[in-house]
């Protein structure tokens, strides 16, 4: 009990207004009860600052607009590597939502995979003592786990889905999907802010990027073939963690190809800026954070043709979308690019970019809280 408590101040003193509530100092002038929203999603990693994915900076971006919009919240850290050990997370995670729920009028959950242990306790509050709920699931890959799942697991999301006041989904498919299920189901796509305004119109120097985790379900494997087939004014890079060591000999003795490590989190618009087409041929995605990344520099993008996917990018005007696992057609897709097309393709990548603005994001999220 003592190492929960210690745990549970290291979280609370990024907060301190919320500290009264974890030492169970209830303060009704700091938190008006039924007049605060409560969120949990995962923060940025205190001790692994390089390992951030795409819902953490998602999350991050829609606590800054929160703030920008004077929205007053209480903070739930899901990121378990903000803690000392897995189960002082879920333990700590937990007590925070039982000590903190009863000052809020709505309880959302920010989620890629913990929703399946989280949701339900966000759902049962909600139900048990008349808080409005709501559950963001990041990624596209919803669907295929839903079909897939057997008949119990099925049965389970379905109540699941069926009893939240909101689901907010990445993805136009998925929302069609599962409105099926729960009609308040709503598009909360992946966002971002322009950072860095680019120099327009770019010039295109055949310097292309690949920047995520190094997996073969990233295409990897396409990348490093597809290299080995262009001649040798082509200049690709990779960028991201590699957690299989086997995956270092990919880059070995390579013509065209090369790794360059794991890009901080405040780095990755600078070093982007200074490429021309993004690689990005997965076999499973949602709204990929670089693609829109990519967008807000006006930096065309080489994709693959997913159901998620194809909703973002428009096909020779934005980037050029590829079969997954195609070599031939991601080197033709590289291959086509040039100084002429890539100036206008770039213009249309730019603008894009305004279709997945944080703000605009903050506005369905204030509008959906306003409604119910």
């Not at 696992?325 to 080197?331: H, M, R, T, Y």
Request: charged share 20%; aromatic share 14%; hydrophobic share 40%.
């Amino acid at each position: 009990m003592n190492l929960l408590k210690k745990e549970i101040n290291l979280v609370s003193n990024q907060h301190s207004v919320f500290y009264n509530i974890l030492t169970m100092q209830k303060s009704k002038k700091s938190y008006p009860q039924k007049n605060v929203l409560l969120l949990m999603g995962p923060c940025f990693d205190k001790h692994k600052s390089q390992l951030i994915g795409g819902p953490i900076i998602s999350f991050s971006e829609l606590l800054k607009e929160l703030n920008i919009n004077k929205i007053q919240y209480i903070l739930i850290d899901t990121n378990k590597n903000n803690y000392k050990n897995i189960i002082i997370a879920y333990l700590s995670i937990c007590f925070q939502l039982f000590s903190k729920f009863n000052y809020s009028y709505h309880l959302s959950l920010h989620s890629s995979k913990d929703y399946i242990l989280f949701a339900p306790l966000i759902v049962l509050l909600g139900k048990i003592f008349n808080k409005k709920t709501s559950i963001r699931k990041f990624g596209g890959e919803l669907k295929d786990t839903y079909i897939k799942s057997n008949f119990i697991k099925k049965y389970y999301l379905k109540v699941l889905f069926s009893h939240v006041d909101t689901l907010l989904l990445q993805t136009k498919y998925l929302v069609s999907f599962f409105s099926k299920i729960n009609k308040k189901t709503i598009w909360f796509p992946n966002a971002r802010s322009r950072i860095i305004e680019p120099n327009l119109p770019r010039k295109f120097q055949k310097k292309f990027v690949f920047i995520s985790h190094v997996i073969k379900e990233k295409g990897i494997h396409e990348i490093v073939a597809a290299s080995q087939m262009l001649d040798k004014s082509y200049t690709i890079e990779v960028y991201g963690p590699i957690f299989d060591k086997s995956y270092e000999e990919l880059f070995y003795n390579k013509i065209n190809i090369s790794y360059k490590g794991v890009l901080p989190s405040h780095k990755v618009l600078e070093t982007l800026n200074t490429y021309d087409v993004v690689l990005l041929p997965s076999y499973k995605e949602g709204y990929p954070g670089i693609v829109i990344e990519a967008y807000s520099l006006g930096i065309p993008v080489i994709v693959t043709n997913l159901p998620s996917i194809c909703e973002i990018v428009e096909s020779y005007k934005t980037g050029i979308l590829v079969t997954p696992k195609n070599v031939q057609e991601l080197i033709s897709a590289i291959q086509f690019f040039n100084s002429t097309n890539y100036t206008t393709m770039s213009q249309y990548a730019y603008q894009a970019f305004n279709h997945f603005r944080s703000d605009l994001n903050a506005k369905r999220f204030i509008k959906m809280l306003k409604d119910q």
